[in-house]
């Protein structure tokens, strides 16, 4: 029913820049929350940032001041513009959305992109 595809992901050097988009398809009305979240070797699944439809923002500590989130709710996409990139933040980043109406009245708790991988490396 619904699909969210990745994208931006790669090799960064400390210091360096990334972008990550995810887009939603299927026959979606509304996304309550759209996030992303990551999961490094080790390590649990953890949230980076999220979005609700009204604009509403939540950030991880330890990417305050770096990241930065925005959503455009007529394309179902979020974004994570990433600065300042740090060797700490290598993982998996997992796209996320909560809450999503279907033009067929029907409702999908959550839903998980297949995830893209961010290392930071000299």
């Known amino acids: 029913q619904v699909q969210l595809v990745e994208s931006g992901g790669g090799l960064v050097q400390p210091g360096g820049s990334l972008r990550l988009s995810c887009a939603a398809s299927?026959?979606?009305?509304?996304?309550?929350?759209m996030g992303w979240y990551r999961q490094a070797p080790g390590k649990e699944r953890e949230l980076v940032a999220d979005i609700t439809g009204g604009g509403s923002i939540t950030y991880a500590d330890s990417v305050k001041g770096r990241f930065t989130i925005s959503r455009d709710n007529a394309k179902h996409t979020v974004y994570l513009q990433m600065n300042s990139l740090k060797p700490e933040d290598t993982a998996v980043y997992y796209c996320n959305a909560k809450g999503i109406y279907m033009h067929s009245r029907s409702y999908v708790t959550n839903s998980w992109g297949q995830g893209t991988q961010v290392t930071v490396s000299s």
């Open positions: 299927g026959s979606i009305f509304s996304i309550n929350v």
